[in-house]
Nanobody
Framework: VQLQASGGGLVQNGDSLRLSCTASGRSFSNYDMAWFRQAPGKEREFVAAIRWSVSNTFYADSVKGRFTISRDKAKNTAALEMNSLKPEDTALYYC???????????????????WGHGTQVTVSS
């Protein structure tokens, strides 16, 4: 299983970015996908998740209303649309996936088996 994240960059306060994550190596029909982020000196934190089979979505309070997670089952991809970006959104963003995630653990990094390399998002003030 491989995950490839892309789409990061340097933007200004209030701008938008779209991150993409492509999964390969097997069928992901029963896999859940999530985005996490990690800023320098901080722990990795949950951003958003989507259930692969039924498209239920979950968000951290800090991004709710600004970020949207989506997925394309046919292409084995997931995306994170980020609007109204703030300097505090600056971090390395990771996509992660795992099969049959227990819903109560959807915000826990340790619940995900597979991780991609991060893509840097930097928001200048």
């Amino acid at each position: 299983v491989q995950l490839q994240a892309s789409g990061g960059g340097l933007v200004q306060n209030g701008d938008s970015l779209r991150l993409s994550c492509t999964a390969s190596g097997r069928s992901f029909s029963n896999y859940d996908m999530a985005w996490f982020r990690q800023a320098p000196g901080k722990e990795r934190e949950f951003v958003a998740a989507i259930r692969w089979s039924v498209s239920n979505t979950f968000y951290a309070d800090s991004v709710k209303g600004r970020f949207t997670i989506s997925r394309d089952k046919a292409k084995n991809t997931a995306a994170l649309e980020m609007n109204s970006l703030k300097p505090e959104d600056t971090a390395l963003y990771y996509c992660a996936t795992t099969p049959r995630l227990i819903l109560s653990r959807i915000r826990e990094p340790s619940a995900y088996n597979y991780w991609g390399h991060g893509t840097q998002v930097t928001v200048s003030s």
